[in-house]
């Protein structure tokens, strides 16, 4: 998908852009922009890469994966992506993932094997609290490939791509009690358990309690800035 981006003289606010889409226009805050953050955020030139998966950008042969993603009975109450979702919608899904590159949203990344660069699941990396130097990390692996250790590759390899973003500090993730599989896959790239956070959002209609996880900049990665 095509993008560009220009700051608009009349019908926008002073600190606003118009961001040109393929499935339109939208217009986001500039102030981003001059603060080191520029917009459109584009996909690493090196995709990054852990044990046997790399992340990349999502294509229209990532449609079946995400068919059988929407299987899950849970992923569809996470995230965009519609229950057994039929073609059109992954598709519509796959152009939701790019605008969030455009507004400056955040990356959502295809998880895809290095040998073969089959899509295997999603990850995502959400800078909406970027200027407080946070980001929410999330991922997703569909059915047909889990118990292999691709959730938790997919995880180090997004957090250590985020780690290239200077304005971060600190990554947190959110997990229900009861996905031991996926308390496990933080714990396993590094992500700490911090707690529980009562009613911290609704999922399936309902206000649950998470547990949070998080990672925050070492002193090396931090010395290696100066």
């Excluded at 294509?59 to 569809?76: E, F, K, S, W």
């Excluded at 047909?144 to 600190?170: C, H, I, N, P, Y």
């Amino acid at each position: 998908m095509r993008s560009s981006c220009r700051r608009m003289p009349r019908n926008t606010g002073r600190d606003q852009i118009l961001v040109r889409l393929s499935s339109g226009e939208t217009i986001v805050d500039f102030r981003k922009a001059v603060n080191d953050v520029r917009l459109p955020l584009v996909m690493p030139s090196s995709p990054p890469a852990h044990g046997a998966v790399h992340l990349r950008a999502f294509r229209a042969d990532d449609v079946p994966m995400l068919q059988d993603l929407a299987t899950d009975p849970y992923v569809p109450m996470t995230g965009t992506l519609p229950a057994r979702a039929d073609r059109a919608q992954a598709l519509a899904y796959i152009d939701r993932q790019h605008e969030r590159l455009a507004t400056g949203a955040g990356y959502s990344f295809c998880v895809a094997l290095r040998d073969s660069d089959e899509g295997v699941g999603q990850a995502g990396l959400s800078l909406t609290a970027i200027e407080a130097g946070r980001a929410s990390a999330g991922y997703a692996v569909a059915p047909q490939f889990r118990g292999s250790g691709v959730a938790a590759q997919a995880l180090t390899a997004l957090t250590d791509f985020a780690w290239t973003l200077l304005e971060l500090q600190r990554i947190e993730l959110y997990i229900e009690p009861w996905n031991i599989a996926s308390r496990r896959t933080a714990e396993t790239a590094g992500y700490e358990p911090e707690g529980l956070v009562k009613q911290h959002q609704v999922i399936g209609g309902r206000r649950v309690d998470m547990l949070l996880h998080s990672a925050v900049r070492s002193p090396r990665q931090l010395s290696a800035e100066v």
